[in-house]
């Protein structure tokens, strides 16, 4: 497999050309006031979470809250996802080698460090400062990892076909459909024909969601900042992400329309407990 990344502003791919103005229409299809509200909210969410707990915003294991994660532990709990996703990769026939992986919504980097066992090359985006600046700590010896910031609903900052594998884990579920599926065509475009795009996303909550909504439109609206006070006493946290699902046909039906092929769908609830999803593995059309 081909290694390394490439620069922003390459030539464009036929695969580019045939399916760009689908994505606009895709993407255009929610107001653009709209749009830039929910991601200026997404933004500003794990911004405060990467300040005052990062890893245990990225992984809420209850007795982790409070900064009680050992970085070790940590980083092993990311070998353990890695894992998972690997095998399902090589049941789907992906090659026993990776060159330039994407980890989308890297967070602290805690699998981009895990890929780095399976790929040449790993480059980890993600939307929080505060997330970016603790994982180049944390990956500051480890050769062929870099980590950026991206504050944009889309990957322009790398051009077309120049990964062999994208990959997502537990943050598409974080944002509205109307970002996700934006997000998923980039995959597209930035995946090489012939490639892998493997992430997941809830389908189903397992429970009404309806209450817990109005609850939280509640304490966001309380005046003084005194919502994030009840927050921070009842959760540990001023800022409570959200989580959306989406159905496995509306994913299979934008893929599809992508020139990506499900190859594999794995039932998966990393959302939380009660919760029904799928890790999605894919490859993008030859
Ligand atoms: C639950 S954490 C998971 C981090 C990492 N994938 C892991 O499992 O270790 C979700 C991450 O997604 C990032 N994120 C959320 N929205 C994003 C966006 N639009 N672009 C890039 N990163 C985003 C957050 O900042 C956070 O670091």
Redo the contacts with the bound molecule.
Sequence with gaps: MRAGGCLPGGARSAWSRQFRSRIAVGVGACSSSDMSDS?KR??HT?ES??VEDPLW???SEPGKKGNRWEVQDFLAS?DE?VDRYWLLLERAGAPDKIGAAL??????G??SLAWKRRAESVTG????AP?IERGRRLAADASGVRLEL?RR?DLSMFCDACFDLVF????LQ??PWK?ARG?LAEFARVCRPGGWIAFQLPSDAGRPETAARIRRWLVDHVPFGLGRVYRRWRRGASEL?DMHFTSRKKVEDLLASLGVEAVLLEPDASAGPGTRGYIYVCRKAC
């Design positions: 991601f997404l933004q794990w979470l990467g915003a990225i992984a990311g996802v980890d989308f919504g890297c967070g602290v805690r699998l985006v993600d939307i929080s997330m991206n609903p997502s884990h537990i943050v974080h944002m970002i997000y992400f």
